[in-house]
């Protein structure tokens, strides 16, 4: 298994991530799983592993590589360095307390979103399971493709058309559930019904029995900063004018985030 990612990459380094990126997908991996995937040499992914497990961003569980708490050091750093993101925390926190709904607001990371801030409803019944697989778990930090999530169309929408066929392109446009839009035509249509109302729509594209409101959320000088959506279960979407009920206090929700952050100075790194 090898990726050509960029063309002035260093080699090594690459190979580093391409292993931890494979052993989180895998929820841990043995050497001789990782020599069999990479084709590589067992000495040359012993080094790798080695290397990575002294520096704490890998831990050995038996016969098994996992990923190490280091990453979390890093990735909790990233989250706070930013006001920005520190504010759509609070905003997060308070939309979920407000509606009673699921909240979360992500930002794009190389063509996908990543969850940055979320906010379970305290009645989900996946949101502290513990037999489901760590795959199956929904958490800050997850990736998601931009076409099949509110937030991620809110975003898709707020970036150049030659930008967005960049996406496309890299990601392409996987179907995860019978509804999620797999035709570029399509997606464009959805993106320019965004851009005319201000906000996006998911029903059931990412997950069946739910869909969200995305709402993209700008900086000072008008360039996206990352989105924030709602999930509502299906059974209460039939209600009437739920959807445009949803969105405008989503909209509110973006809209006060802007204003703090402009108020706070910015989004730049934390004093």
Same mark, same amino acid.
């Given at each position: ?6 063309? #002035?990459?260093?080699k090594t380094?690459e190979?580093?991530?391409e ?9 841990? $991996? +043995?050497?001789? @799983?990782?020599?069999?995937?990479f084709?590589l040499?067992?000495?040359?992914? =012993? ?11 890998? *831990?050995? @569980?038996? @016969?098994? !590589?996992?990923?190490g708490?280091?990453?979390h050091?890093h ?9 920005? =993101?520190?504010?759509a ?7 979920a307390?407000?509606?009673?709904e ?7 990371n190389?063509?996908? %979103?990543?969850?940055? !801030?979320?906010s379970y ?14 795959? #199956? ?6 990736? !998601? ?17 030659? &930008?967005?066929?960049?996406v496309?392109?890299r ?5 995860? +559930?019978?509804?999620?839009?797999? #035709?570029? %035509? $399509?997606?464009? #249509? ?6 005319? &109302?201000?906000?996006a729509?998911?029903?059931e ?6 869909c $969200? ?5 700008s900086?000072p ?10 999930s509502?279960?299906t =059974?209460?979407?039939?209600? *009437?004018?739920l *959807?445009t009920?949803a969105?405008?206090?989503?909209i ?6 802007e /204003? $703090?952050?402009e108020a706070?100075?910015? /989004?730049?790194?934390?004093?």
């Amino acid at each position: 298994m090898t990726t050509d990612r960029t063309r #002035d990459g260093v080699k090594t380094t690459e190979r580093s991530f391409e292993l931890v990126e494979h052993i989180q997908r895998r929820d841990g $991996a +043995t050497l001789a @799983e990782l020599v069999s995937e990479f084709g590589l040499a067992k000495s040359t992914v =012993y080094k790798h592993l080695s290397t990575l497990e002294s520096h704490g961003y890998l *831990e050995k @569980e038996g @016969e098994q !590589y996992h990923v190490g708490l280091k990453f979390h050091h890093h990735g909790e750093y990233a989250r706070l360095r930013k006001r920005g =993101y520190r504010l759509a925390g609070r905003t997060v926190r308070d939309l979920a307390e407000r509606t009673d709904e699921e909240a979360d607001f992500v930002v794009e990371n190389d063509g996908r %979103t990543i969850t940055v !801030y979320e906010s379970y409803h305290p009645k989900n019944s996946y949101r502290e399971d513990l037999f489901a697989t760590t795959s #199956d778990l929904s958490h800050s930090g997850t990736y !998601y493709h931009m076409h099949c999530t509110a937030a991620g169309k809110a975003l898709l929408a707020e970036l150049p058309d030659d &930008r967005v066929e960049v996406v496309i392109e890299r990601w392409g446009l996987p179907a995860h +559930t019978e509804n999620t839009i797999t #035709d570029r %035509t $399509a997606l464009e #249509d959805d993106l320019s019904l965004t851009r005319e &109302r201000g906000y996006a729509v998911a029903e059931e594209e990412y997950v069946d029995g739910l869909c $969200a409101v995305g709402v993209a959320v700008s900086n000072p000088d008008g360039s996206p900063l990352g989105a924030l959506g709602m999930s509502v279960p299906t =059974y209460r979407r039939e209600s *009437e004018g739920l *959807e445009t009920e949803a969105a405008a206090v989503v909209i509110e929700a973006a809209r006060d985030l802007e /204003t $703090a952050i402009e108020a706070d100075g910015g /989004t730049g790194p934390r004093s």
